[in-house]
């Protein structure tokens, strides 16, 4: 069933919303459940304390929006872009992003858990102080892609480009580095246990002062 594009609508149950594009909008508060929601934009506006499980999002793409405290379940993104906007404090469990492109935005003090992360190209996006458990970056291509005080857990990283990426103060928990270029990337102070390095040579980031093996 496909919806009607009606931002006043506030729960969407196995339905299809398409095609919509708001400007200074307030999107907040809206609860997605085995839905599917395509070519959806917004520019300079709120998309705060979403609900989805479930839920595939393709072509999301968000500009200038604080769309922070958001709790997804299951869902998958494929083809989002985001820019310039504040997601922070969300809550991700089971989800899967692919292709997703992202530059000058916040996904700061975030949780994620059991999360797949594929054939993104992220550029100054700041992952501050977030939780991963059980994740995995594939072919992942960062720029100045920072993560400083983030805890991984269990969590692999294949094949992933990250050039100067900012793991300062970061703690590793038995987590893993497949065929990783690490050109000019920081770990500073950081914190590993447990952690291995396969066909990825550590010596490439730029800092390494103060690391702790453990």
Known sequence: MEASPNQDRTLFLQETVSGMSLTQADFSHRHFIGSTVQSFTMREGRCRYLRAQ?????????????????????????????????????????????????????????????????????????????????????????FFVRFPSAVFLETKFVGCRLQKAIFRAATFIRCSFEKCTLNESVFHKARLIDTQWIDTDIKQAANLDMIRYE
């Open 54 to 142: 479930d839920t595939r999002f393709r072509k999301f793409s968000i500009d200038h929006v604080l769309g922070d405290q958001g709790y997804y379940q299951d869902c998958t993104w494929s083809g989002l872009e985001v820019s310039n906007s504040f997601l922070t404090g969300s809550h991700f469990s089971g989800c899967t992003f692919e292709a997703t492109k992202g530059t000058l935005c916040s996904f700061g003090l975030s949780a994620f858990s059991g999360c797949k992360l594929m054939e993104s190209r992220l550029s100054e996006v700041s992952f501050s102080g977030t939780l991963w458990q059980n994740c995995r970056f594939e072919q992942e291509d960062y």
